[in-house]
């Protein structure tokens, strides 16, 4: 014959402990204002530099004889700016005590990706097919989509600088051909130490 055990009604059932409840609140809380909260660590000073080392690279290419050793100026500058802007990034995230893999950091990532690796994809097809002088407007464009999309995530001041990007990027199309270093140098350059400038004084560096 079985056993009955009587089934215990709520009122008789152990109560939720009280610290387990208000650890889950402090999670959900957590979570919401990380999802909800800003990237902040847009490097300002990193920025200047970034723009210093540009106008550098512009004068440099402009005085090449060959066109090819100017985009080679442009490469080297490239991946130069890259590494001044991660460990700027870096730098800054640290004294502000903001992680590189949280939730603001990596949408602001995942927001400026896609239209970089698009730009990139254009640029080596652009190169491949031998269209030089239309790589310089698309890196503007390009860069200032990345930097329009990610900055959503970021600092009002940001997204600013990448649709400024854009708009001296489409205005490039329609100057001539020689022109395409000096915008190089007004864009990667002095759109970023003016805004570099900005970004430094009102958010910390």
């Known amino acids: 014959m079985a056993i009955l055990h009587p089934v215990k009604s709520d009122e008789q059932r152990e109560p939720e402990s009280l610290s387990d409840r208000a650890m889950d609140n402090l999670r959900y809380i957590r979570a919401t204002m990380e999802r909800s909260a800003s990237f902040t660590a847009v490097p300002g000073y990193g ?9 550098a690279a512009a004068y440099i290419a402009n005085r090449q004889i060959y066109l090819v050793d100017a ?26 005590g903001q992680s590189l ?18 730009g990139v994809a254009i ?13 310089a407007p698309v890196c503007m464009l390009s860069y200032g989509a990345a930097v329009a999309c990610g900055g959503a995530f970021s600092v009002r001041i940001v997204p ?31 759109l970023h130490i003016i805004f570099g400038a900005i970004i430094a004084r009102r958010y910390g560096g």
């Open 47 to 55: 920025g200047i530099l970034m723009g210093v080392t540009a106008i």
């Open 160 to 190: 600013v600088m990448g649709w400024l990007f854009m708009a001296l990027g489409a205005i490039s199309f329609l100057l001539p051909t020689n022109y395409g270093n000096a915008m190089m140098a007004i864009t990667f350059g002095g």
């Open 71 to 96: 985009l080679s100026v442009w490469l080297i500058e490239a991946v130069l700016a890259f590494l001044i802007g991660l460990l700027a990034m870096w730098q800054k995230s640290k004294i502000a």
């Open 101 to 118: 893999f949280s939730t603001p950091a990596k949408k602001f990532a995942f927001g400026s990706a896609p239209p970089f690796v698009a």
């Open 123 to 135: 640029v080596l097809g652009l190169w491949k097919f031998g269209h030089y002088y239309e790589m």
